[in-house]
């Protein structure tokens, strides 16, 4: 069974619509895609050359809580050489009731073409900060009062019995217990007859004292989200490392929501290493169906040379099946 021509395909900030064929003098209406909190539309019309439209649907969410949104939009047309025309970046339009975005592409547009729309931010209009929607905390926070007891034991030092070492020879006063009960690793230092049990420390060489901090106020319930975002891929190799995976898995969900040219290589090499398949998927997605594979040549050389061969050979696997498909 064909996929329908009004199918939108999305990741959680990019959006592709493929037209097979638009007659002329003739307009077509996606249907709805979601990103961010809202449904979208995107619309054709040829008359001559092609008028793109994109928009929120019309909803009482959305009239009373419209979006301000930042997008880049570009149209790939087959017609002779691949031809990319690029919108100039739009930046904090506000959306009100029955408007939308008019793009009058100066290309005929017959045949095949692509409609690419990349969200490069989403924010509340409700919002008085404008604070962007993707900036939400993924932590999911237990009962206040006792995150609270938790995270003076931590920052006031109540009681310690362990003494974690960073990497630049700094140290955090913990305890046992709560490291114990939060991760079988740490369990497992503490149960047996180990040097960590013996010398009441663990060495955490790896990570900095700020990654350190971190990652025990992630364990003691007391992390902010601004230092989560900010230390994410530590916390990522410590969850794993540690096997704490609720950190894991709020880790994944957040990386897979920000994917650019400039960390999309990274985050596809972290998925591989640590397993974590919507972030694959994401990246490659990003990388492949969505084209972006074009604007990282320098980057991409430099993957090519260190990455593992069996990623590498999947990703240019699936390069060359979305080559002879288009």
């Known amino acids: 069974m064909s996929e329908s021509p009004y199918r939108v395909d ?36 040829r008359d001559g050359y092609l008028c793109i439209k994109l928009f929120p649907e019309i909803s009482n969410f959305t009239r009373e809580i419209p979006p301000i ?11 002779g050489d691949l031809k990319c025309l690029v919108h100039p970046d739009v930046l ?23 409609i690419d729309v990349e969200f490069l931010d989403l924010k509340l209009a409700s919002s008085s900060k404008g604070t962007s929607i993707w900036n939400e905390t993924f932590v999911k926070k237990p009962q206040k009062t006792v995150l609270a007891s938790l995270g003076r034991m931590l920052s006031e030092s109540m009681h ?63 992390i902010k989200n601004e230092e989560f975002l900010q230390h994410r891929q530590a916390l990522l190799q410590a969850a794993d490392k540690y096997d704490v995976s ?43 169906k969505f084209g972006k594979i074009i604007d990282i040549g320098d980057e991409l050389n430099a993957f090519v040379q260190c990455a593992d ?13 979305a080559w002879k498909g288009f």
Not at 30 to 40: D, E, L, M, Q, T
Not at 69 to 79: M, N, P
Not at 182 to 198: A, C, G, I, N
């Open 10 to 45: 999305t990741t959680s900030r990019l959006a592709r619509w493929r037209i097979e064929n638009l007659e002329p003098f003739s307009s077509m209406e996606s249907h709805p895609f979601k990103i961010g909190k809202w449904n979208w539309y995107l619309s054709v019309q």
């Open 246 to 288: 609720d950190l894991k898995e709020a880790c994944h969900d957040s990386l897979v929501e920000d994917i650019d040219s400039k960390n999309v290589l990274l985050r596809l090499q972290n998925a591989a290493l640590y397993q974590l398949p919507k972030l694959k998927n994401g990246c490659m997605l990003y990388l492949v």
């Open 160 to 222: 310690t019995d362990i003494t974690i070492h960073a990497s630049d020879g700094k140290t955090i006063e913990a305890h046992r217990a709560v490291l114990a009960s939060r991760s079988p690793v740490f369990r497992s230092m503490f149960s047996h007859d180990l040097r960590e049990k013996q010398l009441s420390s663990v060495n955490i060489c790896d990570m900095s004292i700020e990654a350190c901090q971190a990652f025990l106020n992630y364990i003691y319930g007391n």
């Open 92 to 114: 904090d339009k506000m959306w009100k009731s029955n408007e939308d975005f008019s793009w009058m592409v100066d290309i005929p547009c017959t045949g095949k073409f692509i």
């Open 309 to 321: 061969r069996e990623l590498i050979g999947e990703l240019f696997a699936q390069v060359l099946a």
């Open 69 to 79: 949104a930042s997008f880049k939009i570009r149209v790939i047309s087959s017609v």
